[in-house]
């Protein structure tokens, strides 16, 4: 179903091409400084907070606030707004703040490359570093939702079939990720911020004339379209039905929602410990503006009332890219569309480079060192092939998953990627938290805690387990992310306290 106009194509085209060749500059330029698999890593340039912080703004705030999260809001209006849109990113940001000096003093102290290298390193057991480099596959969901959303957006702006696009923005992400790493990083997302924050201003003030009569007018537009959709609980989604559902687990879900690599780790790129704060006030600020993008969500509705076009069905996840062709003049249009490509790849290379990382250094290197070269120079050239290798792995996988995800989602690829990103932050929240805040801490307390986490998340939403004091089912990801999460820091807390008493006896 072609929507673009013939203009739009062609300026698209020359566009996506000259996107292309800037990125790769970049890419280029931060490669020739990677000589080794912990520069790819980590990095050895020297960075500005404020590139770091806007880094960290463009790969927290992916393709999902940008792309996926605003056909939550058209369907389901102001319920899905407060939960994705105020009380997720409030405790997200607070979490962010709270944790990142703690974490980069341990980081830095340990000189971890990933999240599995601080757990073993934190808690002196190769196994649990291990169990979490296994436990890191599951971010392929949400690298999924990213090729997801970023194939809706291109393949209706260039009038292209989906799997093509697909193939396409595959081999040229992964492609460059394989040289680039963490230093070309900072340089791509800092560029990708920009076009964001610009894009973000755009799309808030799209809907300026819905206005024009005052508040009231636009509430009443919604209200004629759907009265649930001016409702602040929605019973017709299982995502939010109740204040628990909106508020209580997705702030559970936000504490917790840093514990992933390519978010909590960005604090490692600062070399001087006096750059934090600036680092954190920018990223704080700029993410706030990212959050509230889902609000063009009901910007959307009401360009689509029935969510129809041309007589089809519009599926959630191509809302917003239906929005913006069919809202936007060309060169304004372009901009919109600049910008969301840059909020999925921004996040898409984060997570490329930690997921390859973890594989290479954390679960092949401990597996399989001994077939590796003796001398260190040639050993360090073969972590980098073996991390191409990786990368083309991952890619091929990603592409099969996300094809499945186009034609065959679940309401949302939004619900796919949560179940797999949610359970493994649930698992890392408390053996971070504790290592950060405990000098002493029970191996048995961590261990354990993850374990719970992993079993009760999926038990929560496989079995669609109702909560007991609300209308909630594991069904919504965030639900069974929450009471994981809950059950958890509660083992957690119990078998550290028995551990503390039995020393001390």
């Keep these: 179903m072609d929507i673009a106009s013939k203009e739009l194509v062609i300026a698209g085209w020359i566009l996506v091409l000259a996107y292309s060749a800037v990125i790769l500059f970049f890419v280029v330029r931060g490669a020739r400084k990677t000589k080794d698999i912990s520069d790819y890593a980590v990095g050895n340039i020297r960075f500005s907070p404020i590139a770091v912080g806007l880094s960290l703004a463009a790969s927290m705030t992916s393709a999902a606030t940008f792309i996926i999260n605003p056909g939550f809001i058209a369907y389901y209006g102001i319920s899905a707004f407060l939960s994705y849109g105020i009380f997720l990113p409030i405790a997200a940001i ?52 990213i090729c ?200 898409l290379e984060g997570l490329i480079q930690s997921i390859s990382t973890t594989i290479t250094t954390d679960i092949i290197k401990p597996l399989f060192g001994k077939f590796l070269p003796k001398d260190e120079k040639k050993n360090s050239s073969s972590l980098i092939l073996t991390n191409k290798v990786v990368i083309a792995v ?38 971070i938290l504790f290592g950060m805040f405990f000098k002493e801490v029970s191996k048995q307390s961590v261990i354990s805690a993850s374990i719970v986490a992993v079993i009760v998340h999926f038990s929560f939403f496989y079995g669609k387990i109702k909560v007991p004091f609300s209308v909630a089912t594991g069904e919504n990801p965030g639900v069974a992310a929450a009471m994981a999460i809950v059950f958890s820091v509660l083992v957690g807390g119990v078998v550290q306290l028995l551990a503390r008493r039995k020393s001390n006896v």
């Design 94 to 145: 607070s979490s962010l703040i709270f944790l990142s000096k703690r974490f980069r003093k341990y980081g830095t102290s340990v000189k971890a490359l990933t999240m599995a290298q601080w757990m073993g390193t934190r808690y002196q057991s190769k196994a649990y570093a291990l169990f979490f480099a296994f436990l890191s596959l599951l971010l392929i969901t949400f690298i999924v939702l």
């Design 394 to 431: 991952v890619g091929l996988v990603s592409i099969f998953l996300s094809y499945d995800q186009l034609i065959n989602p679940k309401l949302s690829v939004g619900i796919f990627a949560q179940n797999g990103v949610y359970a493994y932050f649930s698992a890392a929240f408390v053996p």
């Design 148 to 347: 997801v959303g970023l194939t809706k957006v291109l393949s209706k702006t260039l009038n292209v079939d989906e799997l093509t696009i697909l193939i396409g923005i595959v081999v040229f992400i992964f492609g460059y990720m394989m040289f680039g790493g963490a230093n070309s990083m900072v340089y791509t997302n800092t560029v990708q911020a920009i076009i964001m924050l610009v894009v973000a201003f755009i799309l808030l003030g799209s809907g300026y004339e819905h206005f024009s009569n005052g508040v009231n007018s636009f509430l009443n537009k919604l209200t004629s379209i759907d009265p649930k959709l001016m409702q602040t609980t929605n019973e017709s989604s299982f995502l939010f039905r109740d204040y628990f559902e909106i508020i209580l687990a997705q702030m559970i879900v936000g504490v917790a929602i840093v514990c992933q690599p390519h978010i909590i780790t960005k604090s490692l790129l600062l070399k001087n410990d006096n750059d934090v704060n600036k680092y954190l006030l920018t990223a704080s600020i700029v993410q706030m503006i990212f959050f509230l993008v889902v609000f063009t969500g009901l910007y959307a509705r009401i360009e689509f009332p029935e969510l129809l076009i041309n007589g089809s069905q519009l599926k959630l996840d191509g809302v917003i890219s239906a929005y913006v062709v069919k809202k936007f003049p060309v060169y304004f249009g372009l901009i919109v569309v600049m910008g969301l490509i840059s909020a999925g790849i921004s996040t």
